[in-house]
């Protein structure tokens, strides 16, 4: 150790930028101090210091503090003309803990350390006051005991409960002097028991004690675990510090008080002193709620001269900070004092609006206002959230899945949702144990998605997402029973048709209704966005599937669609039937009937969706999932085969086979057979929806892939089904054409998915010059278009070079790339091993969360480079997850790329952190 580095500093010498050697609290003390607020006189022990003591074995204070302490001591004695342990006229403390960050795990203040038997006679004497000395005295005896010598609080609760019922009172303020030196005598008692030795009466005992236990509380469980579930590492904040501040009463009579505010309003932003204080009180009255504090606005009041002097603080320490400040006030007998600052945490709403004004006043530049608010904050505005008025408790906990908050009747399945929802125009939240394609009608009729099992990419929450809507996944404790429409949780339950409130911001659930608050998209924000594209080098797109996800995607600002995939669109449904008629086609003539009924469909969504966002691009990725997944389930099918079979060879009437006809009811694609089937009850119906199940089954059996992901998909779909892609294409270039016959500026782009070699692409670009010739031909002018691929492949990105000469864009899907460059399958990853890889220390984040910037962003620089070496205006983006993370947009803008797509809501987040990139990074 080295014993030459000073540990101990006056408020008058600490270095007020040094949070990490002197703690947040202790740091703002002297930078207060040294801007001539009115602090009361003391000094900080570093962090250094507690950290150098906490690594001796038998925790002993580095050699030459208490020297030190001593000396402070002195001249603290000096600046307020008492003495510590002076029976006259004595100096009391307060023992503060305070880290770099603020943990709320830390340890307790002891405030009024320095009394004993004789100082406290001084107190009396100086203040006249024996009331207020006993007082303060027996306050001093429980704190310091709890605190500094580990005695239960209930040992002391039960006297003084005693004391309290003898003196028939019913709040402390009722006992008199008397009874609070009873108090105080028998809390001297309960110390004696608990720790077998006396309450230590030496001041500079108590005061070393205390130091000790502040360092002692850093090491301690409460603090390591709030360290440990908020993730704040040594970097962040290593030790804590000790603030050793001279005493000031705000319980010295009806001209004392004590109070905290902050500068601004934290919940509008609204330029106004805001608070709460307590007159004739101390400190932590104030928090401890057993009085209730008046508004600040009541100072003015009845203090006029000290709400005067209030808002000359509130000046200086914004004037001086350049943020909004949360701090404690103490007022002494006409004496105003502040005894701690920071900067005031605060919701979005106000965030934003406090960077508008505090930049309109000129306390803080652009870049200020703007690097203040933290991206990922933003979604906040843009969700409804559960009124944070109103106390709940939850009933049970999943993985926040998609943000916002919303009530309703609970229904279990998707037909339920929609007759409730859409034909009946309840508020429905569809509860599943999971959810599946064909529940989408489910998803458009419900307010809200709940489900008892899958991750934050299982099918629920991705749809819901996209959808915009709330959806809470994986809540294990619940435990779902579809067919008696009800679900239990511990020892409730509910049915269908009782009220539930899900915040999918939070993961939890709620029995009843909660009220939520709208979400507001205020002016400032888009001011604040407009500062942000400003001074942004990556532009903002949108991952958007629907004309409602564009418009709303637009809204929030973005400046086109990065990606906008098919098979939502196939996946409705309508839809659904004609997909898998063109699917289970036995013939080229049959799946080009089906097709030919798809094309004016999708011709419609892409003008729709070119109409919505024109002027600017529009991406449409070509189909890529594996076909089967469009088809019912294998193991479905074979039971409903079965059970058909039977029922079959049993007709036994009308009645047994209607209920039949209720189970075929389960597959939308014979929707309309079954409604025959219904008005003709006859077993050659019957037979006949056999024998489509039947070849139904064949089809899934055939189509059957171990791999799926790694199967029949993207691009190698598109090649051996060409019609397919060839529809689509047409569809885009078609509703191109209509777009511009109707004087709408378009920009279409069709990006291949899945390619791995440039034949792929040379292939697909064939038939789409083909089309292209022939829908210029009949509409009689060429329609222009970019033509692209994804990279999210391993060999796409090895063979940029030559993607790069048939393709005019790149835009990384890094889900996939992910996925193929760890060769991790996401659900299995995410499911089995990731959490544990993640514990361990063995990879530091879910790749699938935040980009892995060593290697998949490795592999994105490599393609770029290589890409852009062969054509330097190849234009690159990112339609991943990730291109709605700040951390990966800083990466994005970092290796040069043009754009990133996100989905709607992450806009305004992407839009911000894009700002704070560009600004960050020069
Ligand atoms: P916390 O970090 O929990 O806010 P503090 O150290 O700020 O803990 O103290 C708790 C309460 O005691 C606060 O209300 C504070 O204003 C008050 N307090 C602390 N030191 C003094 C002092 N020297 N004189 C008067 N009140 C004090
Ligand atoms: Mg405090
Ligand atoms: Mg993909």
Request: proline share 6%.
């Given at each position: 150790m080295n014993t030459t580095t000073k540990h101990v500093f006056a408020f008058e010498d600490g270095d007020g930028k040094n949070k990490h050697l002197l703690g947040g609290k202790g740091a703002n003390l002297c930078e207060m101090t040294q801007i001539g607020l009115n602090v009361p006189p003391g000094f900080v022990i570093s962090t250094a210091a507690c950290l150098d003591y906490l690594a001796t074995p038998d925790h002993t204070l580095p050699a030459g503090i208490m020297d030190d302490v001593h000396t402070q001591m002195r001249a603290l004695e000096q600046k307020t003309g008492k003495g510590f342990g002076d029976s006259e006229n004595p100096l009391l403390v307060s023992v503060r803990s305070g880290s770099a960050m603020s943990m709320p795990g830390m340890m307790d203040t002891i405030l009024n350390l320095g009394l004993n038997e004789q100082t406290l006679q001084g107190v009396i004497r100086a203040t006249g006051d024996a009331r207020f000395g006993y007082d303060a005295y027996r306050r001093f005896i429980q704190l310091f005991g709890k605190v500094a010598l580990g005695v239960h609080d209930e040992a002391f609760d039960k006297e003084f409960a005693a004391i309290k019922e003898a003196a028939h009172a019913k709040q402390d303020v009722d006992l008199s002097a008397t009874d609070l030196k009873e108090t105080a005598e028998r809390f001297l008692k309960v110390v004696q028991n608990a720790t077998g030795r006396p309450f230590p009466s030496d001041p500079y005992e108590q005061l070393e004690i205390a130091i000790k236990a502040v360092f002692n509380s850093w090491g301690g469980k409460r603090a390591v675990d709030y360290r440990k579930q908020f993730h704040i590492t040594p970097e962040m904040a290593n030790g804590t510090a000790v603030n050793v501040v001279t005493m000031v009463f705000g319980n010295r009579g009806d001209d004392s008080a004590t109070g905290v505010a902050f500068t601004r309003n934290p919940a509008s932003g609204e330029n106004k002193l805001y608070g709460e204080y307590l007159v004739n009180a101390q400190g932590e009255d104030v928090v401890a709620g057993i009085r209730t504090p008046k508004p600040i606005d009541r100072l003015k009041v009845e203090m006029p001269e000290m709400a005067k002097q209030l808002d000359e603080l509130r000046d200086k320490l914004e004037s001086h900070y350049h943020e909004v400040q949360d701090f404690e006030f103490t007022i002494e007998q006409g004496q105003l004092y502040c005894l701690q600052t920071r900067n005031g945490k605060m919701n979005t709403v106000a965030m934003v609006r406090t960077s508008i004004e505090m930049e309109q006043e000129g306390l803080i530049n652009k870049q200020q206002a703007l690097l203040r608010i933290a991206p990922d904050s933003l979604e906040q505005m843009l969700f409804p959230r559960l009124d944070p008025t109103v106390k709940a408790d939850a009933v049970a906990q999943g993985l926040p899945a998609s943000p916002g908050a919303a009530s309703g009747i609970a229904v279990f399945d998707a037909d339920r949702a929609e007759q409730l929802g859409h034909e009946q125009g309840l508020k429905v939240i569809l509860v599943r144990e999971e959810t599946k394609p064909e529940d989408i009608h489910g998803f458009f009729a419900a307010e809200g998605i709940l489900t008892s099992r899958g991750g934050k990419t299982s099918h629920a929450a991705v749809v819901a997402r996209g959808m915009g809507k709330p959806c809470v996944a994986g809540a294990e404790g619940?435990?779902?029973?579809?067919?008696?429409?009800?679900?239990?949780?511990?020892?409730?339950?509910?049915?269908?048709?009782?009220?539930?409130?899900?915040?999918?911001?939070?993961?939890?659930?709620?029995?009843?209704?909660?009220?939520?608050?709208?979400?507001?998209?205020?002016?400032?924000?888009?001011?604040?966005?407009?500062?942000?594209?400003?001074?942004?080098?990556?532009?903002?797109?949108?991952?958007?599937?629907?004309?409602?996800?564009?418009?709303?995607?637009?809204?929030?600002?973005?400046?086109?669609?990065?990606?906008?995939?098919?098979?939502?669109?196939?996946?409705?449904?309508?839809?659904?039937?004609?997909?898998?008629?063109?699917?289970?086609?036995?013939?080229?003539?049959?799946?080009?009937?089906?097709?030919?009924?798809?094309?004016?469909?999708?011709?419609?969504?892409?003008?729709?969706?070119?109409?919505?966002?024109?002027?600017?691009?529009?991406?449409?990725?070509?189909?890529?999932?594996?076909?089967?997944?469009?088809?019912?389930?294998?193991?479905?099918?074979?039971?409903?085969?079965?059970?058909?079979?039977?029922?079959?060879?049993?007709?036994?009437?009308?009645?047994?086979?209607?209920?039949?006809?209720?189970?075929?009811?389960?597959?939308?694609?014979?929707?309309?057979?079954?409604?025959?089937?219904?008005?003709?009850?006859?077993?050659?119906?019957?037979?006949?929806?056999?024998?489509?199940?039947?070849?139904?089954?064949?089809?899934?059996?055939?189509?059957?892939?171990?791999?799926?992901?790694?199967?029949?998909?993207?691009?190698?779909?598109?090649?051996?089904?060409?019609?397919?892609?060839?529809?689509?294409?047409?569809?885009?270039?078609?509703?191109?054409?209509?777009?511009?016959?109707?004087?709408?500026?378009?920009?279409?782009?069709?990006?291949?998915?899945?390619?791995c070699t440039a034949a792929e692409l040379r292939k697909v670009k064939t038939f789409v010059d083909t089309i292209h010739a022939e829908v210029a031909e009949r509409y009689g002018k060429p329609v222009s278009f970019k033509f692209g691929t994804m990279i999210e492949v391993v060999r796409a990105c090895l063979r940029a070079e030559s993607l790069a000469e048939e393709a005019e864009f790149f835009s990384f899907g890094t889900n996939d790339l992910t996925q193929a460059t760890f060769s991790f399958s996401r659900e299995d990853a995410e499911n089995k091993f990731l959490p544990l890889y993640n514990q361990s220390g063995i990879l530091q984040d879910n790749p699938f969360d935040v980009l892995d910037v060593k290697g998949v962003g490795k592999l994105m620089k490599l393609a770029v480079d290589w890409g852009r070496s062969v054509k330097p205006d190849l234009h690159v983006g990112i339609c991943g997850e990730h291109g709605g993370h700040p951390a990966s947009i800083a990466f994005c803008h970092e290796a040069g790329l043009d754009y990133v797509s996100c989905s709607g809501p992450r806009v305004p987040v992407a839009r911000l952190a894009a700002a704070h990139a560009a600004l960050l990074a020069d």
């Open positions: 619940i435990s779902v029973d579809v067919d008696r429409r009800e679900a239990r949780v511990g020892l409730t339950s509910f049915k269908e048709g009782d009220v539930i409130t899900l915040d999918g911001t939070t993961g939890k659930v709620y029995l009843g209704a909660i009220p939520t608050v709208e979400p507001d998209f205020t002016p400032e924000l888009n001011t604040l966005l407009g500062w942000a594209d400003a001074v942004a080098r990556l532009k903002v797109l949108a991952n958007a599937d629907t004309p409602d996800d564009a418009r709303r995607a637009r809204s929030y600002g973005a400046v086109g669609i990065g990606l906008a995939r098919t098979e939502r669109m196939f996946n409705d449904v309508e839809r659904l039937p004609i997909v898998i008629e063109m699917i289970v086609a036995e013939t080229p003539e049959k799946r080009q009937e089906a097709l030919d009924r798809l094309l004016p469909l999708q011709r419609k969504d892409f003008r729709e969706l070119f109409e919505v966002m024109s002027p600017n691009p529009v991406t449409i990725r070509l189909l890529d999932p594996p076909i089967h997944e469009f088809l019912p389930d294998e193991h479905v099918l074979e039971r409903e085969l079965s059970e058909l079979r039977v029922l079959a060879q049993n007709a036994r009437g009308v009645t047994v086979l209607a209920g039949a006809m209720g189970l075929l009811h389960a597959s939308d694609a014979l929707r309309h057979e079954v409604d025959t089937a219904r008005r003709h009850i006859d077993p050659a119906v019957v037979e006949e929806v056999i024998a489509k199940k039947e070849a139904m089954l064949r089809k899934v059996r055939a189509l059957y892939e171990t791999n799926p992901m790694l199967g029949h998909r993207g691009v190698r779909l598109g090649i051996t089904f060409p019609e397919i892609y060839q529809m689509q294409v047409r569809a885009i270039l078609e509703a191109a054409a209509e777009c511009a016959k109707a004087g709408i500026q378009v920009k279409p782009q069709i990006k291949v998915p899945q390619v």
